[in-house]
Each structure stands twice: as structure tokens, then as C-alpha cells.
């Protein structure tokens, strides 16, 4: 299986669209949906403390999706 990259534009993106939910304990099944509708696979839910942060989340999902 092929890994895909995040590029910075779109972990800003998917940040903001996941800090939109106003349920923290909703953001994370957001950024998850967000992962899957832009072809990444799966991972583990983030934590309420990192979805709770924006530039945090963009620094995991940036992180999470690096190629090596």
C-alpha cells in the first residue's frame, strides 16, 4: 500500500475543518472522516488535547503523514 504525504495546505485545512466541530470529542471522528474523504488511511484517533490545538493538530497530522 502506498503512503501518502500531507502537505501543509491541506493538514491546515483538515485542522480548521476539525476545530470548526464544536464537540472537542467530536473532532477527532472529524479529522478521521476528513483522513478517509482525501484517500489516507486509516490511524488512531487523535487525543482531545491535540485536536483541541490547532497548530498542534496540523504539527500530528503533518508528523502522522510523513514519508521517511
Known amino acids: 500500500m502506498k503512503v501518502k504525504q500531507m502537505s501543509r495546505t491541506l493538514a491546515i485545512e ?9 464537540n472537542p470529542a467530536n473532532r477527532g471522528l472529524r479529522v478521521l472522516d476528513l483522513l478517509e474523504k ?5 490511524v488512531a484517533e487523535p487525543g482531545i488535547d491535540i485536536v483541541s ?14 514519508i521517511s
Not at 14 to 22: D, G, L, Q, S
Not at 38 to 42: I, V
Not at 59 to 66: E, M, Y
Open 14 to 22: 483538515i485542522a480548521t475543518r476539525a476545530i470548526a466541530v464544536t
Open 38 to 42: 482525501y484517500g489516507f488511511d486509516r
Open 53 to 66: 490545538d490547532q497548530p498542534r493538530l496540523v504539527s500530528w497530522l503533518r508528523d502522522t503523514f510523513r
